[in-house]
């Protein structure tokens, strides 16, 4: 009787099965466990992570790590995964054009035109001529509404522009109503004696005439000419609650197209796409290549750094391949990102059109014996290297009951995407795609414009809910669930996340609705894309017709709505499909560990 | 019958006058109601008096929030929580902590996100 332990290192994360072998090479799996992988997957410091799983798994049975006999190291397929995201367009604003934001309570309502004057100048105004008064937050509501209500006879008086947050302090304390637009930071920009127009919505609406072009052309008085250049102000103030538009002599939005590069596939022949065309065309340029050796990008740009980036993160693994580090695959997403506008008012954000993009690095092989080399130093165990990461993963997926030969596998990582048809005679074929859990956590990250990673990740990975009271909440399929004790006030009002330890808040201003439909579609537009993509590589004639059983395993096949997805993409292809549940308890995960414990036996016979 | 106005309500005890100014400017920016009331019965223990003024406010505001302000404490409660577990409280605020509290106080209300 013997303690065997299968080690799967995975780009996120490392997974131990441990077994015990009987004399008569039966195997009897103990227990399980996986912590985050350490350092670059491949490389020696793994080695930390490593030790760490096996000491929790041997510590669930009340032994040692020195009590195993033998360490079955998986030989992790060379591919590693990275991310990039490159903004295609870019919004600048010269001279302080446009103001347009969300402010929660602007005051008022509807549209005026004139021209801006400090507060502090009101005693030059000039009569017959309409004014917009813009007042800093030096000045109280009281002060602003009352030097305004001394003046409005004389002087005329369209709209206000605030920096504080007072927009419906100082209108309940005027005489005359007038549209106000406040939490206006950079007011010091504001130039004097500029015309402008100014909208507030009515309540539960949006603005109308300066989300218009031609709106902001009859406000302004603008030609034909001046009213093309206007356009992308008017684009950027869709949806807003209140907006500002000046009219600048050399004031000017472009809208700037990033050159963001050619991408080059070398297959044979060299294709290139133009990162430009949109994620669509680019992915039709890489299935139109064949079978391609390496990719690269067009030096001095966007992508052609970003691809640098990668292959070079790559090269550092394995000096002495250096020339052998190869890009195979990538995956390009369509996207768009909330950036913020340079020369923005009031931290104004437009959508700008992005695209992300998932590379795979292939090298000739992983430096996976010095691994086991220092495993072994370091544990006093021996450590072997063994069998294909697609093969044994398979193994450890056929423990799922339900399943027989021929099967399909796809392994959804956080890296990659894998496949591997086996056939009954046991004959295998596999491929490997770019573009897993990390790129839908990118997506997310982006398009919430959430700018924190580790943010993105728990949306992905957790359902959400609205606090709608102390003591309720609704959950985003509508559920309501009551708690006895009274929901922390920190959490009231917020979307949450469901986490299993309790709520995790989103500081952002995001809508449920949106966060949920942008999670829904990251994934789908990674999954759904990859999974047709690898299994029709893998399947017998490419026709996906042929592919009968589709096992789902890997990190993210633990997602609570990825596995939905594809059974259902997968359902108008007669193709049996679910999450994989490995030994019949562990889920999808630890397939390729439990497969090394098993591969074990077969060798022993 | 007592009929009570959709209002926060706001129980004071020789009010900070600055205090219940900007406390009163943060709910009226956020466009809801409320009624100040002095309260004459004044508890012994003066330095959780806010938050018992907030409690009470809290219990008989149509609205389920309320506001006490004692001297220069200043707490917000809302309906349901217990009597030692305010929303916010403050003792010496600022002109900015104010106008949140007040703000809150009425966001409470609207079911929107604390500031």
Known sequence: MSYIAGI?????????????????????????????????????????????????????IGQEIDALSCIRLNEAAPVIGD???????????????MIGHNPSTPAGAGQAVGKILLLEDLSRAERGVPYIVAASATYTYEE?????????????????????????????????????????ARIDKLPNGVSAAIEVALPGQTVRMLSNPYGIATLLGLNAEETRTVTPIAKSLIGKRSAVVLKTPGGDVHENILPAGELYFHAGAVTSVNLDEGAEKIM??????GDIQDISGQPDTNVGNMLNRIRKGMSELDPTADADVRITDLLAVDTLAPVLISGALAGETCLEKAVGIAAMVKTQKLPMQEIADRLRAELGVAVTVAGVEAVMASLGALTTPGTKLPLAILDMGGGSTDAAVISETGEVTMTHQAGAGELVSMLIETELGLGDRHMAEQIKKYPLAKVESLFHMRMENGQMTFVEDSI???????????AEDGLIRIEQDIPMEKIAAVRREAKRKVFVTNAFRALKKVAPGHDLRKISNVVLVGGSAEDFEIPEMLMEEFAGYRIVCGRGNVRGSEGPRNAVATGLVLSYIGEQK | ??????????????????????????????????????????????????ARFAWQAAQDSMLGSGIGVSQRDAALQMRGLSVDRCVESYHVPTQAQCRKLGANSARAIKKMPFK
């Open chain 1, 83 to 97: 991310t990039a995201m490159e903004t295609l367009t870019e919004t600048i604003i010269t001279d302080s054009s």
């Open chain 1, 8 to 60: 799967d290192i995975g780009n996120s994360t490392t997974e131990v099965c441990v077994g015990e072998v009987g004399a008569a090479g039966t195997v009897h799996f103990l227990t399980s466990a996986s912590c985050p992988t350490t350092g670059t997957k491949g490389t020696p410091a793994n080695v930390h992570g490593i030790k760490a799983a096996l000491k929790q798994a041997m510590a669930q």
């Open chain 1, 488 to 498: 922390d006030p920190r959490f009231y009002g917020r979307v949450v996340l469901l």
């Open chain 2, 1 to 50: 019958m007592i009929v009570k106005k959709p209002a926060i309500f706001i129980y004071t005890s020789e009010p900070d006058r600055e205090i219940l100014r900007e406390i009163c400017a943060g709910i009226e920016e956020e466009g809801v109601f409320y009624e100040i009331k002095e309260q004459t019965l004044v508890p012994k223990d003066a330095r959780s008096t806010a």
């Open chain 1, 284 to 289: 039709q340029a890489l299935a139109d290549a």
């Open chain 1, 144 to 184: 602003i509404a009352a030097k305004i209500n001394a003046v409005s006879d004389e002087i005329t008086i369209t709209g206000v522009i605030l920096q504080a947050d007072e927009a419906v302090l100082v209108e309940n304390r005027l005489n005359k109503k007038l549209p106000i637009v406040d939490e206006v």
